[in-house]
Protein backbone atom coordinates (compact mmCIF):
# COMPACT_ATOMS: atom_id res chain seq x y z
CA UNK A 1 0.00 0.00 0.00
CA UNK A 2 1.49 3.53 -0.93
CA UNK A 3 2.20 6.04 2.22
CA UNK A 4 -0.98 8.66 1.99
CA UNK A 5 0.98 11.96 2.15
CA UNK A 6 -1.98 14.17 4.06
CA UNK A 7 -3.34 12.99 7.33
CA UNK A 8 -4.69 14.75 9.34
CA UNK A 9 -6.06 14.37 13.13
CA UNK A 10 -8.27 17.75 14.27
CA UNK A 11 -10.23 18.31 17.21
CA UNK A 12 -13.16 19.86 17.79
CA UNK A 13 -11.29 23.30 18.32
CA UNK A 14 -9.15 22.77 15.12
CA UNK A 15 -6.29 23.71 16.58
CA UNK A 16 -4.55 19.98 16.95
CA UNK A 17 -3.15 17.82 14.21
CA UNK A 18 -1.09 15.83 12.92
CA UNK A 19 0.29 14.94 9.66
CA UNK A 20 2.83 14.32 6.78
CA UNK A 21 4.61 17.13 5.89
CA UNK A 22 7.09 15.55 3.31
CA UNK A 23 7.53 12.08 2.02
CA UNK A 24 10.50 10.98 -0.03
CA UNK A 25 10.82 10.18 -3.71
CA UNK A 26 11.43 6.56 -4.19
CA UNK A 27 14.94 7.62 -5.04
CA UNK A 28 15.07 9.45 -1.77
CA UNK A 29 13.63 6.59 0.28
CA UNK A 30 16.53 4.26 -1.69
CA UNK A 31 19.08 6.50 -0.23
CA UNK A 32 17.36 6.15 3.32
CA UNK A 33 15.74 9.57 3.54
CA UNK A 34 12.62 9.46 5.60
CA UNK A 35 9.13 11.16 5.70
CA UNK A 36 8.63 14.24 7.86
CA UNK A 37 5.52 14.39 10.37
CA UNK A 38 4.37 17.60 11.78
CA UNK A 39 2.26 18.01 15.54
CA UNK A 40 0.50 21.35 16.29
CA UNK A 41 -1.22 22.22 19.20
CA UNK A 42 -2.49 25.49 19.48
CA UNK A 43 0.57 28.03 18.60
CA UNK A 44 3.15 25.28 19.35
CA UNK A 45 4.36 23.14 16.63
CA UNK A 46 7.39 20.63 16.05
CA UNK A 47 8.45 18.47 12.72
CA UNK A 48 9.65 14.79 13.61
CA UNK A 49 10.87 11.60 12.03
CA UNK A 50 8.01 9.48 10.42
CA UNK A 51 8.65 6.28 9.11
CA UNK A 52 5.83 5.31 6.71
CA UNK A 53 6.27 1.74 6.74
CA UNK A 54 3.73 1.06 9.76
CA UNK A 55 0.90 3.22 7.59
CA UNK A 56 -0.22 -0.22 6.19
CA UNK A 57 -0.57 -1.94 9.79
CA UNK A 58 -3.16 -1.70 12.23
CA UNK A 59 -3.01 1.54 14.23
CA UNK A 60 -6.28 1.36 16.30
CA UNK A 61 -4.47 0.97 19.74
CA UNK A 62 -2.44 4.17 18.86
CA UNK A 63 -5.09 5.84 17.85
CA UNK A 64 -6.94 5.25 21.14
CA UNK A 65 -4.34 6.44 23.01
CA UNK A 66 -3.59 9.58 21.18
CA UNK A 67 -7.97 10.48 21.88
CA UNK A 68 -7.98 9.35 24.91
CA UNK A 69 -4.98 12.48 25.60
CA UNK A 70 -7.15 14.07 23.94
CA UNK A 71 -9.95 13.98 25.96
CA UNK A 72 -7.95 15.60 28.43
CA UNK A 73 -6.75 18.63 26.38
CA UNK A 74 -8.93 21.52 26.89
CA UNK A 75 -8.17 24.00 24.21
CA UNK A 76 -10.02 27.05 25.62
CA UNK A 77 -8.64 28.26 29.09
CA UNK A 78 -11.62 29.15 30.42
CA UNK A 79 -12.88 25.64 30.24
CA UNK A 80 -9.95 24.12 31.66
CA UNK A 81 -10.12 22.10 34.60
CA UNK A 82 -7.82 20.89 37.51
CA UNK A 83 -6.02 17.83 35.79
CA UNK A 84 -6.40 19.01 31.98
CA UNK A 85 -3.37 18.48 29.95
CA UNK A 86 -1.70 21.62 28.91
CA UNK A 87 -0.25 22.20 25.49
CA UNK A 88 2.73 21.07 26.46
CA UNK A 89 2.07 18.24 28.46
CA UNK A 90 -0.19 16.73 25.45
CA UNK A 91 2.88 16.91 23.00
CA UNK A 92 4.96 15.00 25.67
CA UNK A 93 2.46 12.45 26.64
CA UNK A 94 1.45 11.88 22.78
CA UNK A 95 5.37 11.45 21.62
CA UNK A 96 5.35 8.70 24.70
CA UNK A 97 2.29 7.24 23.14
CA UNK A 98 3.61 7.00 19.72
CA UNK A 99 7.60 5.65 21.76
CA UNK A 100 5.81 2.95 23.44
CA UNK A 101 4.03 1.77 20.24
CA UNK A 102 7.33 1.55 18.30
CA UNK A 103 9.28 -0.40 21.25
CA UNK A 104 6.45 -2.62 21.12
CA UNK A 105 7.09 -3.64 17.56
CA UNK A 106 3.01 -3.31 16.64
CA UNK A 107 4.47 -1.64 13.59
Wanted: negative net charge; proline residues 6%; glycine residues 6%.
Amino acid sequence: MAPTTQISTTSRSDTFSIRVVSVPSPVEAEAGVGAVGRITVRDFGENFPMDLTCWDVELAELFDGIFMLLEDYEVEPDLREPGDLSASELFAAAREVWDTFRRSGAE
